[in-house]
């Protein structure tokens, strides 16, 4: 069994971080019924890097974050659709949705409207910026909350300017954030009885990644500056090796210092007053670095993380592809193949950052095609062949 083995959730969302909330608790034994727009779904069915799966509206990039799920196209723009997901949010544990504030309000689907009906329901909505505020309505996605947080401002060098994360970590951080929240709110049901409505900001999420910074400038005055790879300790910096390839070391306590000036034959710098303590090496940063660098630019990067990764944290930069090639992401179920129209090996797709003894997640169906579980969806809600019929004629599915 489990964790959510008969939790219903009902998924308005699209793109990235909600559909990827809705997934992780789908690998948890959830029942997510997907709703989408009627003739093109998801946006994320029509991205991905393979031509003809975008345009069966079966993006690689849609399968990332959908397995485990139903699909049924309603046009929430009828009344008819709308009465359709009103007796689907009946039936369900959970409703997840990602649109702009107000729009839930206005199709009369909000947690005031549903939770009338169903008080046990447990809604989550999920914005850049939260449902109230000045800046509620604004539409965003991850890149631009990254620049509004100040995320970007202190990525990057002074000669690059602001860089932004290589990948969307505010959409999948936010995800993350959302099926925590919702676990919480369902435990709290299960002691009190009660549904709740969750609000999920993208960039409370931002800020909440930066809390280090954020203390260190509320409580220090101390603006952060965008320091490329560099970190306050010199042993905790990325340095050229000798082939072209950068090291990252993490030195970061006196004991991995140690260890770090034994192994790259440097005991000298032990011996030197303004190295040898971590605690007290901060105003000769600068130069405790041109040390190392020195040191560090006379072997390839593979020969010093070999020497020190198993007493030092250390890393040679790896390209993606390598660090997949590198690790056991396969074997840890990180990375699973899935059944794929026109892909005779599957599609390979991530899977859940963490593994359970007994119970874990697993991605038992792939994603669905747009609408192909319509039938049994309203099946199990009640509806008869006459009221299906009846629906069709007013609009409902499109």
């Known amino acids: 069994m489990r964790a959510f083995d008969g939790i219903r959730v009902l998924d308005f969302s699209h793109v990235i971080a909600g559909p990827f909330c809705t997934y992780q608790l789908g690998l948890l034994g959830a029942d997510i019924i997907k709703v989408e727009e009627p003739g093109v779904g998801d946006y994320m069915r029509g991205r991905g890097s393979l031509e003809p799966l975008r345009q069966a509206l079966m993006g690689d990039h849609y399968a990332v974050q959908n397995g485990n799920k139903r699909s049924i196209v309603i046009d929430l723009a009828t009344p008819a659709g709308r009465d359709v997901a009103l007796r689907l949010a009946d039936t369900a544990d959970v409703?997840?949705?990602?649109?702009?504030?107000?729009?839930?309000?206005?199709?009369?689907?909000?947690?005031?409207?549903?939770?009338?009906?169903?008080?046990?329901?447990?809604?989550?909505?999920?914005?850049?910026?939260?449902?109230?505020?000045?800046?509620?309505?604004?539409?965003?996605?991850?890149?631009?909350?990254?620049?509004?947080?100040?995320?970007?401002?202190?990525?990057?060098?002074?000669?690059?300017?602001?860089?932004?994360?290589?990948?969307?970590?505010?959409?999948?951080?936010?995800?993350?954030?959302?099926?925590?929240?919702?676990?919480?709110?369902?435990?709290?049901?299960?002691?009190?009885?009660?549904?709740?409505?969750?609000?999920?900001?993208?960039?409370?999420?931002?800020?909440?990644?930066?809390?280090?910074?954020?203390?260190?400038?509320?409580?220090?005055?101390?603006?952060?500056?965008?320091?490329?790879?560099?970190?306050?300790?010199?042993?905790?910096?990325?340095?050229?090796?000798?082939?072209?390839?950068?090291?990252?070391?993490?030195?970061?306590?006196?004991?991995?210092?140690?260890?770090?000036?034994?192994?790259?034959?440097?005991?000298?710098?032990?011996?030197?007053?303004?190295?040898?303590?971590?605690?007290?090496?901060?105003?000769h940063r600068a130069a405790l670095r041109a040390e190392l660098a020195e040191t560090l630019r006379q072997r390839p990067a593979h020969a010093w993380e070999a020497i020190l990764a198993g007493v030092v944290p250390a890393a040679r930069v790896r390209t993606l592809a390598e660090a997949l090639s590198d690790s056991d992401a396969a074997g840890r179920g990180v990375v699973a193949r899935v059944p794929w129209p026109g892909m005779d090996q599957g599609l390979a797709v991530p899977v859940a950052a963490f593994a359970a003894a007994e119970d874990g997640p697993a991605l038992d169906v792939p994603p669905p095609g747009l609408d192909q579980d319509r039938a049994s969806i309203l099946d199990e809600a009640g509806f008869d062949a006459a009221a299906i019929a009846l629906l069709e004629q007013a609009g409902a599915f499109g």
Do not use: W
Not at 193 to 208: I, P, R, Y
């Open 95 to 283: 409703v997840v949705e990602n649109f702009r504030p107000g729009v839930m309000a206005r199709l009369g689907l909000d947690h005031p409207s549903l939770s009338a009906r169903n008080p046990r329901l447990v809604t989550c909505s999920l914005s850049g910026f939260g449902q109230r505020g000045d800046l509620a309505e604004r539409p965003v996605y991850d890149n631009v909350v990254q620049a509004f947080s100040g995320l970007m401002a202190m990525t990057g060098t002074a000669d690059s300017g602001p860089l932004k994360a290589g990948a969307p970590v505010l959409d999948y951080a936010s995800g993350t954030m959302a099926a925590f929240a919702l676990t919480a709110a369902l435990l709290r049901r299960e002691r009190t009885g009660l549904g709740q409505h969750v609000d999920v900001s993208m960039l409370d999420t931002a800020f909440m990644l930066m809390g280090p910074t954020i203390s260190g400038l509320l409580n220090g005055g101390k603006h952060p500056v965008p320091h490329a790879n560099e970190h306050a300790l010199a042993g905790a910096s990325c340095y050229a090796a000798s082939d072209g390839a950068q090291i990252m070391l993490g030195a970061c306590n006196q004991r991995q210092f140690d260890a770090l000036c034994r192994l790259i034959g440097r005991p000298d710098l032990l011996e030197d007053p303004r190295f040898a303590d971590v605690r007290r090496q901060d105003p």
